[in-house]
């Protein structure tokens, strides 16, 4: 693997899950692997877990952590090619990330939507000028519009359970803000390497890309999706055709222990950060997988960590 | 060792002080103690030399080290339980310390006292979330009402001065600001394991809870606990009974050369960042105590990392 | 070498750049000497590539690293001896530096010329309270008026090209902001002890410290400057006359594809971050010795911590 930024990096997704089951499981030390090697992480965006479960992958592995928080008050910078950079923007993004990358062994990098502009977003401008200037191995620790990391952990969970051809229900929730798609976008790209029954619940003004959601089952009515889901995977973001805003939505998309009944023992997901009791109820989180998601991020990048060292040291 | 909040998480505090004096003196290499292991660090509130001495703890025993500066516009954290979060809280504390610990095995936590709500603070919202809801050992790197491991390195620092049973004065001192509690009553807790004449002397207004300060002579009057004092330890905090204000105060209580005088050729000490010319004259800080606590303040977080992985690796 | 702060901190700066050439090319592993010992990096300003460049020769000679960012607003400092700290001074620097060093075994300190008062700069205040205060060797990552590390990367990449007795054209250029001369200061400072022949062009208005042009060939015209050079080294800087302000310049100072061709081929040189199509033109920047300088830095970081680290050692 010499990227790892979507699920198509991969020759075969299922592998990198079943992979990562089998490294949770391994006691073998790998710390050889990155002994004397440098994984820098940059983050255009905060990040606590993604941050965490990252760079204790990335010791887990031997490797050393170099964290840049890009802070856009501090540090300005100009994607456009050919300006005259005598306003706010202090480097230009090909030089900070080829002198960065010079410093590394591998490179990761977070950003987010700004749910501004569509176009803008799906460009996904900061993660392709890394994977066009950088000297070393690119990993997105989420991007504008999709978060492979988090759909690793996500299909590795499904996968634990040992539960075979499940019906999955993706849901839409409520959330006092704006949110990106990138979350949803990514795990409907990486659960069609699962044989699954995947239904799709939004409000009207909630349809994602097709890209993403195409070829599967689509619905407006929750009810729907949740009946008989051996998973409901559940999940907030703002309007992809009147980008980044928030139509209004009439019925109550909380997911309750009520709804949660009329699944087939469902297991609830979400990625967390959660808001407790909008997006669901109390007794529905602390009756789920979030935890174990949680858990499973830090494996998942130390799988796809593991395999771009064993690419490098080969 | 299982978790290192207050004196009272260890057996006998003595023992741990007179371990952090054997460790300073000890030149066996600890590092496989933590080899493959990470410990988290956890700031609610800014730190330096908190921060400092117990990451290079942590480096000598040879564990990874995660921090974690939970940044209060950033990410806000919710501590009821059962609201419905659809305001400004991000997070559920339940769940923050469940994920963040998932990939610790140690997890050290600072937070401050608001000063606004005694109740607030004495209950110790923060630290006893952790010990709920963390699975894995808690080391307070100071909380609302205690400072554990300045107080492990205090007495370690007067126990190695060799004076048997010392008459240490605890005197309040002027700052400019509303200061908390915590280093004091810690003291107190800590110093009562220790064959010693305590005094405590502060003005009318600031009396500490009587959970700390009982058993120990207390006084108004500063030349009184001084005179003939082994020991200065010298402190600001804000008032416990009119919680956080800072009544008036009429006499001068900052430590002079002079009131220095008056004492057993006494040590002063504080536990630093010192205001030098309010707390104390230039001459008394210049001729004391300080710069060994600090440094004590890395052998203690030390001792008490390192009581806490032998119980892990048992 | 004790302390690293300028060229003069070292016996011979050529010996210690051919070291810096060599070290790059030796696949010898150094991490047994700094092994067990912690490289403290306390930073008044903000930093990227010091940062980071340091921080990787630190973790390839085997050191732990403890990052400290100086936030004016967090952990004011008081620089004054005698101060009565009744203000918004939390800590003496003489306290704070002590306790610091106190933990580490070197310490590397960043800051920047304020540009309001020049004798306030030029006296180096933060660099030179770690040299009084400081328990452990002190390396400068850029002060008021110098930026060794700079420096030495720089001449490093000039002595890789092997031209001998080059013509280097030292430039100011333009910028829309105010900047210290430290660079520009430091690279004369390092340049006299290689074999060649510098000539300093600049605006009138923009004179340097004597302290460092002394020696040099001086010009107002640029061209002069750059005909037939080797090298042509360009920086912004403001004034030294009248300190920090930006007298106007009429003539066009920016480095053109034109004006280099009037060069011996010459290589373009330039500290980075860089303002592109105000410093230079793109194509000026794009066939540069830039990303070269960028990443001797993290060379010239190893030499100076391996020199350090050995007398530590002996």
Sequence with gaps: MKHFTSANDSADPLVLARQTIALKNQKQNFEHLGRSKTLGLVFFNPSLRTRMSTTKAAYDLGLNVLVLNVNGDAWNIEFEDGTVMDGSSQEHVKDAIKVMTGYCDIIGVRTFAEL?????????????????????????????????????????????TD????????????????????????????????????????????????????????????????????????????????????????????????????????????????????????????????????????TAAKTVLKNILEDINE
Excluded at 126 to 144: H, W
Excluded at 151 to 159: F, G, K, M, P, R
């Design 163 to 298: 539960i075979s051809n499940p019906k999955i229900a993706v849901s839409w929730a409520p959330h006092p803000k704006a949110l990106p798609q990138a979350v949803t976008n990514s795990f409907l790209q990486w659960i069609k390497f699962i044989e699954a029954e995947v239904v799709v619940a939004h409000p009207k003004g909630y349809e994602l890309h097709e890209e993403f959601t195409g070829g599967f089952e689509l619905t407006n009515d929750q009810s729907y999706a949740l009946d008989s889901a051996d998973f409901v995977y559940v999940k907030n973001w703002s309007s992809y055709s009147k980008y980044g805003q928030r139509p209004p939505v009439s019925q109550n998309w909380t997911i309750t222990s009520e709804k949660m009944a009329a699944t087939n023992s469902g297991s609830f997901m979400h990625c967390l950060p959660i808001r407790r009791n909008v997006v669901a109820e109390d007794q529905v989180i602390d009756n789920s997988l979030i935890y174990k998601q949680a858990k499973n991020r830090e």
């Design 116 to 160: 501004k502009n569509r176009e803008d977003d799906y460009t996904e401008p900061v993660l392709n000028a890394f994977l066009e200037y950088s000297e070393v191995p690119v990993i997105s620790l989420e991007s504008a519009t999709l978060h492979p990391l988090q759909s690793l952990a996500d299909i590795t969970t499904i996968l634990e």
